[in-house]
């Protein structure tokens, strides 16, 4: 009787068969797999904020340089040919009210005097560049991968202009843009 124990025992002591060690492997290699599916998918996700939040910048920017132009044409309205409806002709090309069906988004320069021309005549100019850290539109940069475009619609001719700034870029196999817009007012007058 106490060898028969002894041999029951023994028998449960034998350690793993192959087929439960088949079935310890297959459950880790799935939750290694399924660990590794959300760490990817985690730093995709980050990348797409990254790229998210510097457009958001970026079409603030474009707003704010817009204004700033409309301020120093304002603010200097005394120097020859400085004043709104000087501000408002350097942005007529981009004029959505302009030439139904033609292309109205434009781009600039981000060095000092900015320069405004149509995407369609410079493609380059709509092109946003990465240079010893900043963000411009100088070609001699790294090219980030971001566009980013200007557009002007008239909502009262000598009081209100609706200014909107769009930055696309590519992210995975599909085009992602945020577009912003302001209002800017004629507020001398």
């Known amino acids: ?12 002591n034998k350690g793993f068969t192959l087929v439960e060690t088949l079935v310890a492997l297959s459950i880790f290699s799935m939750s290694v797999i399924a660990m590794m599916s959300i760490l990817g998918s985690g730093i ?9 939040i510097i457009a958001s910048y970026l079409a603030q920017e474009g707003i704010e340089y817009i204004r700033n132009m409309r301020d120093n044409y304002v ?14 002709s350097e942005l007529v090309s981009c004029n959505e009210d302009v030439n139904e069906g033609d292309n109205k988004e434009c781009g600039f320069t981000t060095n ?9 005549a410079d493609p380059s100019i709509c092109k946003i560049y990465l240079n010893n850290g900043n963000y411009n539109t100088v070609s001699n940069g790294e090219d980030t991968g971001f566009t980013r475009k200007i557009w002007m619609d008239v909502i009262e001719a000598d009081k209100e202009l609706k200014i909107s700034s769009s930055v696309t870029w590519t992210q995975g196999s599909g085009k992602q843009s945020i577009t912003f817009s302001e209002n800017l007012f004629n507020w001398v007058e």
Do not use: R
């Not at 106490?2 to 023994?10: A, L, Y």
């Not at 995709?44 to 998210?52: F, H, L, R, V």
């Open 1 to 12: 009787m106490i060898e028969n124990f002894f041999k029951k025992v023994n028998k449960l």
């Open 44 to 52: 995709s996700d980050t990348g797409y904020a990254k790229k998210k």
């Open 75 to 88: 603010l200097y309205s005394t120097v020859s040919g400085l004043d709104w409806n000087n501000f408002k």
């Open 112 to 120: 000092s005097p900015i320069v405004i021309s149509k995407c369609t």
